[in-house]
């Protein structure tokens, strides 16, 4: 399985950035790719075996799909480990780099899409995310 890794370094605490990272309601606010996608609805149990549920949809209701995913590490303002319920494991570290949080997620690529298109899109969440907390 080929591994994916995206980073960003955000201008907010590791407190603020994982309350931003795992609340719903915030994940309404940041989750998308695109301008022309949102999150209109977001569930989050984060707790070892807990799960999350968030829904992705074209703000033109033409496409969209649920993406789910069951908890299997958490260690708070650290790291979140999940497996999504086609198998595929994500990892997600939280660091302090000088006063500010570089988030890092290493996730199993799908074979639906190539490797750079997926790279492209989680990095543009993780974009859309920084933009998202560092206005609020």
Known sequence: MVEINVEIIIDASIEKVWKFYTNAEHIK??????DDWHTPRAENDLRVGGKFVYRMEAKDSSVGFDL???????EENEIINYTMNDGRKVRITFSNEEGKTLVSIIFDA??????EMQKEGWQAILNNFKRYIESN
């Open 29 to 34: 606010q940041w989750n998308n790719a695109s």
């Open 110 to 115: 799908e074979t639906e899409n190539s490797i």
């Open 68 to 74: 789910e995913g069951e908890y299997t590490e958490i």
